[in-house]
T-cell receptor, first 115, second 111 residues
Framework: GAVVSQHPSWVICKSGTSVKIECRSL??????MFWYRQFPKQSLMLMAT?????????EQGVEKDKFLINHASLTLSTLTVTSAHPEDSSFYIC???????????FGPGTRLTVL | GNSVTQMEGPVTLSEEAFLTINCTYT??????LFWYVQYPGEGLQLLLK?????DKGSNKGFEATYRKETTSFHLEKGSVQVSDSAVYFC??????????FGQGTELSVKP
């Protein structure tokens, strides 16, 4: 089946630094990828829609300058959390939509802890 | 707007018990409906889906029927196992392909 990977699976960083998270579709092409944030014991909140070759579309209330998204190829999207603060600590999950059948597949998530 | 509401958890059942997790939605038009499962420490996996009214999605003994008249998509399983312990999310898709999730329901199955 279709596989989506995320790297790293977990990261700990100091406040004020930037962290990049990669999302890759391993065996299919994804024109569109989505980035979600999940707080403990809560639902997934859609942050932004990432489109290959164009700017990401951010949901209301999500700071685009803080959460930089780049979708440089049909198999890779990156989320960079800039100037991270402890309140950015969360579980970040990406999904990739298969261009051929529109089905979405989720990555395993990245746990970010900002000290 | 679009929204999904699930019954609150946690739900604790004994092995072989009957499971129902309620899900209702609000949407413009006729969205596709999904159930996803998240095992501890893992990402989401699609459990089942239904794309139009009266469709029944099924997988691994789980079932859910798309009920337009009650705007519901309740998840059921006749006999749960310990391995079914996980968090279950109901979701709908918007015309643009975005997924709107319910708050999740944690299921714990005891031997």
């Amino acid at each position: 089946g279709a596989v989506v990977s995320q790297h790293p699976s977990w990261v700990i960083c100091k406040s004020g630094t930037s962290v990049k998270i990669e999302c890759r579709s391993l065996d299919f092409q994804a024109t569109t990828m989505f980035w979600y944030r999940q707080f403990p014991k809560q639902s997934l909140m859609l942050m932004a829609t990432s489109n290959e070759g164009s700017k990401a579309t951010y949901e209301q209330g999500v700071e685009k300058d803080k959460f930089l998204i780049n979708h440089a190829s049909l198999t890779l999207s990156t989320l960079t959390v800039t100037s991270a603060h402890p309140e950015d600590s969360s579980f970040y999950i990406c999904s990739a939509r298969d261009t051929q059948n529109n089905e979405q597949f989720f990555g395993p998530g990245t746990r970010l802890t900002v000290l | 707007g679009n929204s999904v509401t699930q019954m609150e958890g946690p739900v604790t059942l004994s092995e072989e018990a009957f499971l129902t997790i309620n899900c209702t939605y609000t949407a413009t038009g006729y969205p596709s409906l999904f159930w996803y499962v998240q095992y501890p420490g893992e990402g989401l996996q699609l459990l089942l889906k239904a794309t139009k009214a009266d469709d029944k999605g099924s997988n691994k003994g789980f079932e859910a029927t798309y009920r337009k008249e009650t705007t519901s998509f309740h998840l059921e399983k006749g006999s749960v196992q310990v391995s079914d312990s996980a968090v279950y999310f109901c979701a709908l898709s918007t015309p643009g392909g975005k997924l709107i999730f319910g708050q999740g329901t944690e299921l714990s199955v005891k031997p």
